[in-house]
Nanobody
């Protein structure tokens, strides 16, 4: 199965930026859809962004215009550029892969997460 390792999380002030990375290994050629999810304390896990094998992207309404998902196929790496961060963006962020076409909120394999904390 594909293995996913996130990095790039940290603590920033509101209005700041962070860039998350997800390094993928093993069976990456079979992955059709890559996603970022997040889960804040006391809340359900939610989809943040997705990108398919053709580079088409989708975003949660709450992050549109602020976050950008991208990937570098040669490096087997997924990215999430987060700008204009808000305290409500504070959450554990997870990289996830799916072997079928993108379907919002669905994934097959998950990384262990990287913490993002945004202070006022």
């Amino acid at each position: 199965q594909v293995q996913l390792v996130e990095s790039g999380g940290g603590s920033v002030q509101a209005g700041g930026s962070l860039r998350l990375s997800c390094a993928a290994s093993r069976y990456t050629t079979s992955v059709y859809c890559m996603n970022w999810f997040r889960q804040a304390p006391g809340k359900e896990r939610e989809g943040v962004a997705a990108i398919d094998s053709d580079g088409r992207t989708s975003y949660a309404d709450s992050v549109k215009g602020r976050f950008t998902i991208s990937k570098d196929n040669a490096k087997n790496t997924l990215y999430l550029q987060m700008n204009s961060l808000k305290p409500e963006d504070t959450a554990m962020y997870y990289c996830a892969a799916r072997y079928l076409r993108c379907r919002w909120g669905r994934a097959d394999y998950w990384g262990q997460g990287t913490q993002v904390t945004v202070s006022s």
